[in-house]
């Protein structure tokens, strides 16, 4: 998912996509571990994902001390 679509999500939709996409990293985790993962590059892409959404987490948050 871009960083655009993820910026124009509320911070609940956020918050649901964050716990959708760790539950994803830790079955594919599970799957590596038992050698049944066809595509390893889904790893590296949730991975990159939680942090996207971490990182506009953190804009947000700071945004709004700053204010």
Same mark, same amino acid.
């Given at each position: 998912?871009?960083? &655009? ?5 509320t911070?609940? @939709?956020?918050?649901?996509? %964050?716990?959708?996409? $760790?539950? +994803?990293?830790?079955?594919? &985790? ?7 993962? @066809?595509?390893?590059?889904? %790893?590296?892409?949730? $991975?990159? +994902? ?12 700071t ?5």
């Amino acid at each position: 998912m871009k960083a &655009r679509q993820l910026r124009d999500m509320t911070n609940d @939709e956020l918050m649901k996509k %964050l716990a959708e996409t $760790r539950q +994803e990293l830790f079955n594919l &985790r599970f799957q590596a571990a038992t050698g049944s993962l @066809e595509s390893t590059a889904r %790893l590296r892409l949730a $991975r990159r +994902e939680i942090a996207r959404i971490l990182t506009i987490q953190q804009q947000r948050e700071t945004t709004v001390e700053q204010s």
